[in-house]
């Protein structure tokens, strides 16, 4: 399967990402189009919740500005800065191809996930 492209949009501007060609990148992609409200978490991602677990693979621990990543079975997350997770780690999902400091400020936003033509 080639990598999917999708496009993430939200009030505070669009951006696009290439899912990872992995389990769980395939399992995100047969989900969309989805709507997820997501918080601000440690002033470093944007989080929220899939409506179902995705598959369990290899996790890693460190993130870089754009990686889209699952923490939990169920838990999305649009990293818009560089660092590292504690234990278990995040299976990567894919990378946002597009600007995505649009995330990088407090508060909730809701973001629609849809394949990008």
Known sequence: MAQEKIRIS????????????NEAGRSL????????????HLRQEKTGNLPSALPEIIRQRDFSVGTLGLWSGRDFVIYYRNGRVPS?????LGQVTGDVSIFDRPGSVTVTLEIAN
């Open 10 to 21: 939200s009030e505070w501007g669009d951006v696009t990402a290439t899912l990872t060609d």
């Open 29 to 40: 992609a047969r989900m969309l189009p989805l709507t997820i409200e997501m918080s601000d």
């Open 88 to 92: 278990p780690g995040i299976i990567i």
